[in-house]
């Protein structure tokens, strides 16, 4: 097949190695998924791209070759792939600049077909030109991936040579005896759940959720606080029954990384001592990457397989777009709909494994009352448009009473069994809501660390004296103190402090609020509309 089609003529400059092979749609492709992974760095791991970059650069590859054979030319054929490539890979980008200059849907569809057309027309017309324009585009290609490659790599290394340096302490020493009666344990991660205080402040609501949990025998703690103010770290001292300031030694304070903490959830000790006392851990992945699955888990089950860093790819892309064209729903496409299905798939898988052999260590993070707001209290579903007009208020207390429901409902179903095979189980918030953005928080700053900070936190511990959790312990004594107790392990409990930092470019900076969220404010509650209303749709 001819590369250039053109003549075949002696060699010359202009028939050089860039001129003659057509790499750019690949390095076009590659760059594209390239570009959003050093656009989020901080929050990915190479790991985690590699397979939306390998599907990228096949599905270039194969539209190079068929337009290759189609016109017998591959110089002619990587023109108009590589303008395939940019308006497939850039429509999402370039969608609400071009919006807000008044272009609608169509008229930004057709702009992207004659662009294609255009490419098309100069790959016919350019036939001596071919090796130039080759050459222009494979230099273009390569610098923009060489761009993102400068910041993609540094990071890289400094991972490998931090990860060299040693591992997280193994913090489950002890004698690690089991108990003769191993009983399921189940973790249950509801993201941004407040505390009673936190949710009355900001949102007015008053969950009955707690006194609910005490009556069916769990020991809440009504001043508990989280750790940290994010998801991510928060998982990780939990998860490790450790603080993370070894992440601060390890990795400074002026530092963006959080993939050491992130890779602290996907392989953390309570896991492993789960697995070393003979329990089988089954993970059920929730759309955030670090809990999506566990690498560790003896089975992860996930609703989907798609990743958040796949999701945002793909909505980056035109294929949305044609779709709404169609007339087609794009739900199913969105982070909406997956926040929906997957909240679903995660309670009734917790329904179907009560059932299931033990003794069996199941962890859940499931992403309520976490935003997207995407139900009523009576499980209708809130539409996009809805979200975007409600306020806040009155969308947080309807996710929060639909989820108090679906929380019931599992926990009277996995506590049906009889006293001596009656779980242990802990419901547990990673951290507070955020803070609403309609309030100015200026000289609030106690209510506004309340908010971030308290959480709910009850635990069902069987044949344990209901004086075992104190009100204020945190989540990071969580596992200590169920290790202690059930395993004999000799892990005692850390003093209890809640950490922050100053921006996510200084994320290992912890600075030590313990004693600015010890006490909730005696304040009254914002102007904040009551949840009552939030069963009408």
Known sequence: MDTSGGSIDAPDTSRSLLGRVPLHPLLLASYAVLFLYASNITELTASEVLQPLVGAVLAAATVLLVLGIVLKSLSRAAIVTSAMVVAFSAYGHAEAFLASIGLGLRTQLVAWGAFIMLATLLAYKARHLLPRITTFLNVVASVLVLLVLITIVPQEIQRSTDA????????????????????????????????????DYQFGVDSDLPEWLSDQGFQVATESHANYRATDFSLAATLNMTYLDDLTARYGRDTGDRTPARQMVRDHAVGRFMQAQGYRYIHLGSWFDPTRTSPLADESRSYDAESEFSAVMRNTTIVPAFLRLLGHQDEALTLRERHVRIADFQFRQLAELRDDPGPKF???????????YVFRADGRLVTKAEEESEPESRLYGGQLAYLDGRIKATIEHLLAGPPAEQPIIIVQGDEGPFARKDIAWEGREAEYLQVRFGILN????????????????????????????????????????????????????????????????DVPPLDAEPAGDSLSP
């Open 458 to 521: 009850a635990l069902h511990l069987p044949g344990v004296g209901g004086d075992a959790v104190h009100p204020s312990i945190t989540s990071v004594n969580t596992f200590r103190l169920l290790f202690s107790r059930y395993f004999g392990a000799d892990l005692p409990l850390l003093t209890d402090r809640s950490f922050t930092w100053p921006n996510n470019d200084r994320a290992y900076d912890f600075v030590d609020v313990t004693d600015l969220v010890a006490t909730p404010p």
């Open 164 to 199: 060299s340096q040693g591992d997280t302490p193994d913090t489950t020493q002890g004698d690690g005896d089991a108990t003769s009666q191993q009983r399921d344990i189940y973790y249950l991660v509801f993201d941004r759940y407040g505390s009673e205080w936190s949710l």
């Open 362 to 372: 199941v962890f859940a993070h499931v992403l309520l009352p976490h935003s997207p």
